[in-house]
């Protein structure tokens, strides 16, 4: 039973420590994913601005992009500093530049629109939307490596699980084992010296008084012999 509970015990240590590990994997998609939705919606907004030629049209799409790049922001920081495993580093790399890239180009899409409306579109399709999809893509590269974290920390998990079920039925079945032998033992220890006893004393009462005694142990039965 102690070496059962123990099985169970590792058991349950590793699996939480894996069920750690792949929940972290699945907050930092979901990150990736929002960071994603925030960029997608900021650049759709910035599209806005080129069909408002009046100024005070403009403001309250300049509100909306600067709520969706905080989004953007702070799901990107967060993703990055929680990405600190071995398999993240080129991705994160790639994201770093691509993110410097599209910040830069957007911002200056922003500015240009300010001051002059034609020039900014060339901005905006030579450099923002290929820094955007730069950028996404390397959101889906981490997406995918931080996926198969995930999956390979669950099949993991499962594995462990099965393991650890088949030490217990093995543990289990060893112990029923060890107990029918105990039994049996214990048994014969028991109704071998009462044969003997009861064949002594058929031997006496068909006359056979020379009949040697069984020998006698010293529990119960041993007193009961002697």
Do not use: W
């Amino acid at each position: 039973a102690g070496v059962v509970a123990l099985v169970l015990k590792q058991a349950e240590l590793v699996g939480e420590s894996s069920r750690v590990v792949a929940e972290s994997s699945l907050r930092q998609v979901l990150l990736a994913r929002q960071a994603e939705k925030a960029a997608q919606a900021g650049a759709q907004h910035l599209h806005t601005l080129f069909l408002l030629e009046a100024r005070a049209d403009r403001v309250p799409v300049y509100a909306l992009i600067d709520t969706e790049f905080a989004d953007q922001k702070a799901a990107l920081s967060q993703l990055l500093a929680d990405a600190h495993a071995v398999e993240d580093a080129v991705v994160v790399e790639r994201l770093i530049s691509t993110r410097g890239r599209f910040e830069a180009a957007f911002q200056h899409t922003v500015e240009e629109v300010e001051l002059d409306l034609a020039a900014a579109r060339p901005i905006m399709i030579k450099e923002t939307l290929p820094a955007l999809n730069d950028m996404l893509d390397a959101l889906d590269a981490l997406v995918a490596v931080k996926s198969a974290q995930a999956n390979a920390t669950i099949s993991s998990i499962r594995m462990q699980q099965a393991r650890s079920r088949e030490y217990v039925l093995e543990l289990s079945g060893l112990a029923v084992v060890v107990a029918l032998i105990c039994a049996v033992l214990i048994t014969r220890s028991i109704t071998r010296p009462l044969a003997l006893t009861v064949a002594l004393a058929r031997e006496i009462a068909d006359g056979k008084l020379d009949s040697p005694m069984p020998a006698a142990g010293r529990d119960e039965v041993g007193r009961l012999i002697t």
